[in-house]
């Protein structure tokens, strides 16, 4: 019975530790310490011509120029399988896709209209593309609805000369 009582807090010690660390919002899954930043993603499918790009985003009478660093973007090309039954292993590698993208981080983005000078240079540092437009960012769920809302987010992808936003 000693041994039992004092082997009692012990068990009590462990499952509370047990309990902090699930991260479980009481929908029954995990959620992962996973975060998003607000900011802009831009993505430049045809990035042959992009050298640089710079980004103005403003609201509530405050804006930020933050730096975009621009990346080589890709794809996923299969590399085969090594047999068509239900257990056949599967490969596939990146490959360069000729697009660019990159991330801007705006400290407080609101989920709010903002409004965002966009620019693309070409490697002479001339501005080649520069629009004009009005985005309301949305909120980001990195880990999934049920774990919280994370800081919002848009995503402006340019081709043909147009601006699409998500």
Not at 39 to 45: D, I, M, Q, T, Y
Not at 144 to 152: M, S
């Amino acid at each position: 019975m000693r041994a039992l009582l004092r082997a009692l807090p012990l068990a009590a010690a462990l499952l509370a530790l047990a309990a902090c660390g699930s991260g479980s919002d009481g929908a029954g899954r995990p959620c992962t310490m996973i975060g998003s930043e607000a900011g802009v993603n831009l993505v430049v499918p045809d990035g042959s011509r992009v050298a640089a790009a710079s980004l103005r985003a403003c609201w509530n009478g405050t804006c930020q120029e933050p730096r975009i660093v621009l990346t080589p973007t890709s794809k996923a090309v299969s590399t085969g399988c090594d047999g068509d039954g239900p257990d056949a292993v599967c490969g596939a590698s990146a490959s360069p896709d000729g697009g660019k993208s990159g991330f801007a981080r705006l400290h407080g983005l609101p989920k709010a209209p903002v409004q965002i000078t966009l620019k693309l240079r070409d490697a002479e540092g001339r501005a080649y593309f520069t629009h004009r437009l009005d985005v309301t960012p949305r909120a980001t769920f990195p880990n999934g609805p049920d774990c919280g809302e994370g800081p919002p987010q848009a995503v402006l992808t340019v081709a043909n000369g147009q601006v699409t936003v998500r």
